[in-house]
């Protein structure tokens, strides 16, 4: 009985000690948001490549709503824009945040 206590308090003090050490923001596996792949992409998308992306996405959308004389596409086209120029700026700052 001693030993299931022990080895129960053991184990809760290892998960505690590495529960501490996860917290968010702090892994760089794919780098940072200016270094390594992450930061390649992150500056390419919020960049002259994102904008680009915007503008063909925007037109796309304006092709498309004419062809078939709805709104819709136009608004999904804005929609994808707007995504495509602000959400890595967004995403960073979610998975920086800090409590």
Avoid at 21 to 47: C, E, Q, Y
Avoid at 48 to 74: D, P, R, T
Wanted: no cysteine; aromatic share 6%.
């Amino acid at each position: 009985m001693k030993s299931i206590k022990s080895s129960t308090l053991t184990a809760l003090v290892i998960f505690a000690a590495l529960a501490a050490s996860a917290i968010a923001g702090t892994d760089t596996t794919f780098g940072t948001a200016t270094t390594g792949p992450l930061g390649t992409l992150t500056g390419w998308m919020t960049g002259s490549m994102g904008q680009l992306f915007a503008i063909g996405a925007l037109s796309v959308g304006l092709g498309v709503g004419i062809v078939k004389q709805s709104i819709m596409a136009v608004v999904i086209g804005i929609a994808v824009a707007l995504a495509a120029s602000t959400g890595p700026t967004v995403l960073a700052a979610i998975f920086t945040a800090v409590l």
